[in-house]
């Protein structure tokens, strides 16, 4: 048998409510209905008598303060009664409960009948049937929250109200931003600069694939050893591959410990897929955006309505002010040989930059090129002259970061100049590569290198970065291109060198270290493809341009 009080806990009545001061420890062995008050006088010993509503309308009627004097008599454990607001029984009626040790009870008006009789006989029952009556209400409140959508906290409170006991929620140490991820790592990622800004903490390091499986098998282990201690019961939630923590019943025991692990493990698959989702949902607007600013930064056409559209939808503002960095790794070839580990080690640094970057203030975008990282702080007005000295300081930061993940590697940064709209998001970011490629060539150590506010290049960027001009430098190189990509770059080259040259053979076979009649032999196969009068002094001027402006990207 229950009491009164144990009872009234349990999840389904969480509604009703002891309004007299004594009368819960009663036990109860069985339930009754009573049409009328006078059915009390024939109420069996310990039993729990619900009054029909007909009946609860009238319980300020004197008549009920005699059939409870009857009830006394055949020690009735309570009674209960149904009413729009909490019950309020008339000071005779409290006083003989109270000398009678009778619980009253307020049932909510809106209860349902069968299922409330239902639930109290399951109570009553104890036991199997007590359990089995748990693991249904905790399986609805499951279902329930799931339709909803609600977050890791809500399906736990719901659960917890199904099954009438406490159930924690355990995270372990390394997994806490999966967690936090599920609920609100969106909003803190608004406050720390907009969409696509994660903040720190937000994302996940990325590990390498063998740590990533070895991490995985460890924390299922401990998650197998140590998610609920003896007397308790548990279940892992996995988002992924990766346990994040579990749903523990602290006091379960017997049927209702059979019962509490049957929902906590469905509460736990679906925390699971609740989380998986939330992390996709935050995760599939930063790589569309990132996707999106790689595609305007590769591609050679012009900005055209639907890449304008795509961006006003997923609230990239390429209609503002635009300064890229562009952040490389010297030695990633060599450090990591295998393609895969490359892409996983360059998401690890991206992440690590953007954070840093956002650290600094401001908006800040996250993309990739090939094995480039690209950043792209986005302001809606002129952010003024030192834009670019602002830039080149939260890009020591991001390398600074990166360090810091990854000390093996060797990056360097380099930042454009602020630009105004997309085509000036590409001439930032044409200035960010040639501010970098300038470093790398004349040897610097490794750092930031911001763009050259003056002179040729940058006009030369300027020029580049329109799609006239970048249409005639793809037109006039078109037949050295067909060569192929090595090919290509290394006829290109030679041709930028003696044009450089002033048409010096020897002077160019000096700058590329090679033999005069190598030279020779190669310029004379690029004048057969190009089909151009070098001596022209219009075409030579054209086409030393398109070599420069080719070398950029």
Same mark, same amino acid.
């Given at each position: #048998?229950?009491?009164?009080?144990?009872?009234?806990?349990?999840?389904?009545?969480?509604?009703?409510?002891?309004?007299?001061?004594?009368?819960?420890?009663?036990?109860?062995?069985?339930?009754?209905?009573?049409?009328?008050?006078?059915?009390?006088?024939?109420?069996?010993? =310990?039993?729990?008598?619900?009054?029909?509503?007909?009946?609860?309308?009238?319980?300020?009627?004197?008549?009920?303060? #005699? *059939?409870?004097?009857?009830?006394?008599?055949?020690?009735?454990?309570?009674?209960?009664?149904? *009413?729009?607001?909490?019950?309020?029984?008339?000071?005779?009626?409290?006083?003989?409960? &109270?000398?009678?040790?009778?619980?009253?009870?307020?049932?909510?008006?809106? @209860?349902?009948?069968?299922?409330?009789?239902?639930?109290?006989?399951?109570?009553?029952?104890?036991?199997?049937?007590?359990?089995?009556?748990?693991?249904?209400?905790?399986?609805?409140?499951?279902?329930?929250?799931?339709?909803?959508?609600?977050?890791?906290?809500?399906?736990?409170?719901?659960?917890?109200?199904?099954?009438?006991?406490?159930?924690?929620?355990?995270?372990?140490?390394?997994?806490?931003?999966?967690?936090?991820?599920?609920?609100?790592?969106?909003?803190?990622?608004?406050?720390?600069?907009?969409?696509?800004?994660?903040?720190?903490?937000?994302?996940?390091?990325?590990?390498?694939?063998?740590?990533?499986? /070895?991490?995985?098998?460890?924390?299922?282990?401990?998650?197998?050893?140590?998610?609920?201690?003896?007397?308790?019961?548990?279940?892992?939630?996995?988002?992924?591959?990766?346990?994040?923590?579990?749903?523990? =019943?602290?006091? /379960?025991?017997?049927?209702?410990?059979?019962?509490?692990?049957?929902?906590?493990?469905?509460?736990?698959?679906?925390?699971?897929?609740?989380?998986?989702?939330?992390?996709?949902?935050?995760?599939?607007?930063?790589?569309s955006r990132s996707e999106l600013l790689a595609e305007l930064l590769m591609s050679d056409s012009a900005i055209n309505e639907d890449l304008l559209e795509r961006a006003r939808q997923l609230a990239v503002p390429?209609?503002?002010?635009?300064?890229?960095?562009?952040?490389?790794?010297?030695?990633?070839?060599?450090?990591?040989?295998?393609?895969?580990?490359?892409?996983?080690?360059?998401?690890?640094?991206?992440?690590?930059?953007?954070?840093?970057?956002?650290?600094?203030?401001? @908006?800040?975008?996250?993309?990739?090129?090939?094995? =480039?990282?690209?950043?792209?702080?986005?302001?809606?007005?002129?952010?003024?002259?030192? &834009?670019?000295?602002?830039? /080149?300081?939260?890009?020591?930061?991001?390398?600074?970061?990166?360090?810091?993940?990854?000390?093996?590697?060797?990056?360097?940064?380099?930042?454009?100049?602020?630009?105004?709209?997309?085509?000036?998001?590409?001439?930032?970011?044409?200035?960010?590569?040639? &501010?970098?490629?300038?470093?790398?060539?004349?040897?610097?150590?490794?750092?930031?290198? /911001?763009?050259?506010?003056?002179?040729?290049?940058?006009?030369?960027?300027?020029?580049?970065?329109?799609?006239?001009?970048?249409?005639?430098?793809?037109?006039?190189l078109a037949p050295l291109e067909k060569l192929g990509p090595a090919r290509a770059d290394t006829a290109i080259r030679t041709l930028a060198a003696y044009l450089d040259e002033q048409g010096s053979i020897i002077?160019?076979?000096?700058?590329?270290?090679?033999?005069?009649?190598?030279?020779?032999?190669?310029?004379?196969?690029?004048?057969?493809?190009?089909? #151009?009068?070098?001596?022209?002094?219009?075409?030579?001027?054209?086409?030393?341009?398109?070599?420069?402006?080719?070398?950029?990207?």
């Amino acid at each position: #048998m229950s009491s009164v009080d144990e009872i009234l806990a349990s999840s389904p009545l969480a509604g009703l409510g002891r309004v007299s001061a004594s009368g819960g420890d009663r036990q109860v062995a069985l339930i009754r209905l009573a049409e009328s008050f006078t059915d009390l006088d024939r109420a069996p010993e =310990a039993s729990l008598v619900i009054l029909s509503r007909l009946a609860s309308a009238e319980v300020s009627d004197y008549r009920l303060d #005699m *059939a409870l004097r009857w009830a006394a008599i055949h020690r009735v454990a309570a009674v209960a009664a149904f *009413a729009d607001k909490p019950w309020q029984p008339t000071v005779t009626a409290r006083d003989i409960a &109270a000398r009678a040790d009778i619980a009253l009870i307020s049932i909510p008006a809106g @209860t349902e009948a069968a299922g409330l009789v239902q639930a109290i006989t399951r109570e009553i029952g104890g036991g199997a049937e007590r359990a089995l009556g748990r693991a249904e209400q905790g399986l609805a409140a499951v279902l329930a929250a799931e339709s909803t959508g609600g977050g890791l906290e809500e399906l736990r409170a719901a659960v917890a109200r199904a099954l009438g006991t406490r159930i924690e929620f355990r995270p372990w140490p390394n997994d806490r931003h999966v967690v936090a991820a599920g609920d609100d790592a969106a909003a803190r990622a608004e406050a720390n600069g907009g969409p696509g800004t994660p903040s720190a903490g937000d994302q996940p390091v990325v590990p390498r694939v063998g740590d990533q499986s /070895a991490a995985s098998a460890a924390a299922v282990r401990d998650a197998e050893a140590g998610s609920a201690a003896d007397g308790e019961v548990g279940a892992q939630v996995v988002v992924g591959e990766t346990p994040v923590g579990s749903f523990v =019943a602290p006091d /379960a025991h017997g049927d209702f410990g059979v019962a509490a692990r049957l929902v906590l493990q469905t509460a736990a698959l679906t925390a699971g897929r609740l989380l998986d989702l939330a992390r996709q949902a935050r995760e599939v607007p930063v790589r569309s955006r990132s996707e999106l600013l790689a595609e305007l930064l590769m591609s050679d056409s012009a900005i055209n309505e639907d890449l304008l559209e795509r961006a006003r939808q997923l609230a990239v503002p390429i209609g503002g002010w635009h300064v890229v960095v562009r952040i490389e790794a010297d030695d990633l070839q060599d450090a990591e040989p295998d393609e895969v580990q490359r892409f996983e080690l360059l998401e690890a640094a991206g992440q690590a930059a953007v954070q840093a970057a956002a650290a600094t203030g401001g @908006t800040w975008y996250l993309s990739r090129i090939a094995r =480039a990282i690209v950043l792209v702080r986005v302001t809606t007005s002129n952010p003024g002259p030192h &834009a670019g000295a602002r830039a /080149a300081r939260s890009a020591e930061r991001a390398l600074e970061a990166i360090r810091g993940r990854l000390p093996a590697l060797r990056f360097r940064a380099g930042v454009g100049a602020p630009h105004e709209g997309p085509t000036g998001l590409r001439a930032s970011a044409a200035e960010a590569r040639g &501010a970098l490629l300038a470093a790398r060539a004349a040897l610097k150590p490794a750092g930031v290198a /911001a763009h050259d506010a003056v002179g040729v290049q940058r006009m030369l960027m300027e020029w580049y970065a329109s799609d006239t001009a970048r249409a005639s430098v793809r037109d006039q190189l078109a037949p050295l291109e067909k060569l192929g990509p090595a090919r290509a770059d290394t006829a290109i080259r030679t041709l930028a060198a003696y044009l450089d040259e002033q048409g010096s053979i020897i002077r160019t076979a000096q700058k590329l270290h090679l033999h005069r009649n190598a030279v020779a032999n190669r310029l004379r196969g690029i004048t057969e493809l190009l089909e #151009m009068d070098l001596d022209d002094p219009d075409q030579r001027l054209a086409l030393q341009l398109a070599c420069r402006a080719r070398l950029l990207d």
